[in-house]
């Protein structure tokens, strides 16, 4: 199966793109945390529906992981699909002729 569509469509959305680098910079939150750091860092006031429906686009895509623990789940990046996309276009090291 070609991960592609889904990868592109998880990454093409500028607020689940805010998502994953709240989870890099902070790894493992959950989805409370997550809100919290998106309305005060960003100032985006999604409801937490919205939110968890973006975290369920970057799951289906395999970015983003999760864990349970007790009541609570903790969400986790996993940068391992963007390395189809580096290696259907890889990048050459020398400068371009220009």
């Known amino acids: 199966m070609d991960a592609d569509p889904e990868l592109f469509k998880a990454i093409g ?3 689940r793109r805010i998502i994953l680098d709240e989870l890099t910079d902070r790894d493992g939150q959950t989805l ?3 809100c ?3 309305a005060m860092k960003h100032g985006l006031a999604s409801s937490r529906q919205a939110i968890s429906q973006h975290l369920a686009v970057l799951e289906q895509a395999g970015l983003v992981r999760t864990r349970r623990q007790g009541r609570y789940k903790f969400h986790h990046i996993d940068t391992s ?3 189809s996309i580096v290696g259907r276009w890889p990048i050459d090291q020398e400068e371009p002729n220009t």
Request: without cysteine; aromatic residues 8%; glycine residues 8%.
């Open 13 to 15: 959305d500028a607020t």
């Open 32 to 34: 409370f945390e997550i």
């Open 36 to 38: 919290g750091r998106l």
């Open 81 to 83: 699909p963007l390395r």
